[in-house]
């Protein structure tokens, strides 16, 4: 089933655990959240932006795109912005041939694969993050994603093997640390997850979804007072009744966590 990327605060919450609770449907989404360690714009960075702005932005990344499409940066960035406006199948098609223009560079494949991953092709996505992997077998990245398409193809002892890795690589990386924890969500071990995630929250460089994921876990418990304060704390004001916002429409009835119940 393939998902169109949400936006507002009532889809929040499926972004930040998309990983774990649009797999559980049997969709497939795109994480956001976290610091962005690839040096490209991703589609987090492109999100809340006016009509004008959009209209400004997409003529000059598909220009830059369309002169030099194997140029790495400029391919990655329009792919990204394309996600960020909901058109999946686009973006999955500028990262193919991104990548088949690289075929000698796992920054393309590991891009290519994310792309696929979002179209809910996993067996393809694993196929070409394991391409990524034997070419950049140093990067933490390719095997939290190869985690995260393992997950969503319910093979979860696989997955956190891929995670440990990364782990090993990145120590103490939050963003993994999260990936982990909603492995965790997915085989219902929410008091394994909630370890996993304060780890994460704990580090330096956490994002804000990564605070949120552990807020959202917290209300799963039922912990709600806690899940409140933990999503308010350290944000600003506005962040924080964004935050509480997608909690509540996390754990309203007919919401995200009530569907993900019904198969405990």
């Given amino acids: 089933?393939?998902?169109?990327?949400?936006?507002?605060?009532?889809?929040?919450?499926a972004i930040v655990l998309a990983a774990g609770l649009v797999a559980l449907s049997g969709c497939a989404s795109v994480r956001g959240g976290g610091i962005n360690t690839s040096?490209?714009?991703m589609a987090e960075d492109f999100a809340g932006l006016s009509l004008s702005q959009q209209a400004q932005v997409s003529y000059?990344?598909?220009s830059a795109y369309l002169s030099r499409p194997g140029r790495l940066n400029s391919g990655i960035e329009y792919s990204e912005y394309l996600k960020a406006t909901g058109d999946y199948k686009k973006a999955n098609e500028v990262m193919r041939q991104v990548a088949a223009l690289?075929?000698?560079?796992?920054e393309a494949q590991l891009f290519y694969a994310r792309s696929q991953a979002a179209l809910g092709y996993y067996p393809d996505a694993l196929r070409t993050v394991r391409q990524a992997a034997a070419l950049s077998p140093n990067d933490w990245r390719v095997y939290n994603?190869?985690?995260?398409i393992l997950d969503q193809m319910g093979q979860p002892m696989e997955a956190r093997m891929r995670y440990r890795k990364a782990l090993s690589l990145s120590p103490n990386n939050p963003d993994v640390l999260s990936a982990m924890a909603t492995s965790y969500v997915l085989t219902h071990d929410l008091p394994t997850a909630e370890n996993f995630l304060r780890e994460a929250v704990n580090q330096r460089d956490a994002g804000s979804d990564v605070r949120v994921n552990l807020g959202l876990v917290l209300?799963?418990?039922?912990?709600?007072?806690?899940?409140?304060?933990?999503v308010t704390a350290g944000v600003s004001a506005e962040e924080a009744q964004q935050n509480l916002a997608a909690l509540a429409a996390a754990t309203a009835p007919g919401g995200a966590w009530e569907q993900y119940a019904v198969g405990m």
Wanted: proline share 5%; charged share 30%; glycine share 16%.
């Fill in 60 to 62: 000059r990344l598909e």
């Fill in 102 to 106: 690289n075929p000698g560079s796992g």
């Fill in 219 to 230: 209300a799963l418990q039922g912990k709600q007072e806690e899940a409140q304060r933990v």
């Fill in 39 to 41: 040096g490209y714009r």
């Fill in 1 to 13: 089933m393939k998902t169109n990327n949400p936006t507002g605060h009532a889809s929040r919450a």
């Fill in 145 to 148: 994603e190869e985690g995260t």
